[in-house]
């Protein structure tokens, strides 16, 4: 069974950076384009930011130059470096895995940006 394994939330002031880690297992992670989404109470996931297995990368307007996705393949990992956080960048963050015919989710992981 595939499995995505999520860390690195938690409560932060705002301008503070966290650092989200999402160890896959049971895929061949080199295949897949690897992604960050994210929930807030209320509103649609939306995606926050893609990377491909060719290192190509996209982001939301709303993290640009904020947020910096990246990939390493040898430790089936995908991270997301978050600098200059907002409270709006408040919500459950999760990790994605997705290739031709796959489309695989992790648990989640809470992101708090409050004073």
């Known amino acids: 069974q595939v499995q995505h394994v999520e860390s690195g939330g938690g409560l932060v002031q705002p301008g503070g950076s966290l650092r989200l880690s999402c160890a896959a297992s049971r895929i061949i992670f080199s295949f897949y384009v690897m992604g960050w989404y994210r929930q807030a109470p209320g509103k649609q996931r939306e995606l926050v930011a893609i990377?491909?297995?060719?290192?190509?990368?996209n982001y939301a307007d709303s993290v640009k130059g904020r947020f910096s996705i990246s990939r390493d393949n040898a430790k089936n990992t995908v991270y997301l470096q978050m600098n200059s956080l907002k409270p709006e960048d408040t919500a459950v963050y999760y990790c994605?895995?997705?290739?031709?015919?796959?489309?695989?989710w992790g648990q989640g992981t809470q992101v708090t940006v409050s004073s």
């Open positions: 990377i491909t297995s060719g290192d190509s990368t």
């Open positions: 994605n895995a997705r290739t031709i015919g796959a489309n695989y």
